[in-house]
């Protein structure tokens, strides 16, 4: 009998030891992972995020497409093929990459800078070029390689690639399909290359505050590193080594039976 309750509370103890609490699951809290009663169909909080609107660097590819009432003949900056380019594998090979200077080169006009502008920016700028050589033109540019990596707790490790500019990390886990029920969302490692310079920063998604992070929207390039929690080594590999050792003691059981 005392050996099935030392049995027990060794079984009790390893359980409890295994768990993992919501406040170390849940993303964006804010004392409210055990509150009850929380008010519904209204607005609790807000958040006034910062201006952000990603500007253009060296390396990126921009797809620009220039429509006139100019003839054919003389629309040197509309090419021919240009209304084949509508899907998003045309647009990564009709683009235009922005070199270490920040220009990219167009016929008779030449190098145009867009290093530093915004992509609207950009577009407005190439409008008025356009203006001036072409009959009502019309232009559009997007970005076509905006990129970030997930690495380790994830559902599917990779590099995404966007044509939104635009995304919040919380949008960026959601595209890298989500991540895994033990990855520690308190020590997420964020691995950014700006102005030739390599930052690392930690982001807790814990905590809801994190909205008004000055790292709440992906950068071009971004690498999110998700470590895994401390339960995940024991959770991951308990049932396969239980079995083991089950059935090492009931050899050793049965060893001993025998011998009597």
């Not at 001036?132 to 690639?161: C, D, H, P």
């Not at 814990?206 to 071009?220: A, R, T, W």
């Amino acid at each position: 009998m005392m050996r099935f309750f030392w049995w027990f509370l060794a079984g009790a103890v390893v359980f409890l030891s295994s768990c993992v609490s919501n406040k170390r699951y849940v993303f964006l809290q804010h004392e409210d992972v055990k509150a009850k009663n929380l008010p519904t169909d209204t607005v609790v909080r807000e958040y006034t995020h910062a201006s952000y609107d990603y500007r253009i660097q060296p390396h990126d590819a921009l797809y620009t497409q220039f429509r006139s009432l100019t003839d054919k003949k003389f629309d040197f900056l509309n090419a021919d093929d240009q209304a084949s380019a509508a899907s998003g594998q045309n647009l990564g090979i009709r683009s235009e990459l922005v070199d270490i200077n920040g220009d990219i080169t167009y016929p008779v006009i030449g190098k145009v800078r867009v290093g530093g502008l915004t992509v609207f920016e950009a577009q407005e700028k190439l409008q008025g070029l356009a203006n001036q050589y072409l009959e009502s033109a019309v232009v559009k540019v997007r970005m076509v390689n905006f990129r970030f990596t997930f690495m380790g707790e994830v559902k599917q490790e990779g590099t995404i690639t966007s044509f939104n500019n635009r995304i919040s990390v919380p949008e960026a886990i959601g595209l890298a399909g989500g991540l895994d029920d033990l990855a520690d969302k308190s020590k997420i490692k964020l691995v950014r290359i700006e102005n030739g310079q390599t930052t690392i920063t930690y982001l807790n998604l814990l905590d809801e505050d994190f909205v008004n992070s000055p790292y709440y929207f992906v950068h071009q390039n971004d690498v999110f590193v998700v470590p895994p929690l401390r339960q995940r080594p024991f959770r991951k590999y308990f049932g396969q080594n239980l079995s083991i050792v089950l059935s090492s003691v009931s050899v050793l059981l049965l060893v001993i039976s025998l011998s009597k």
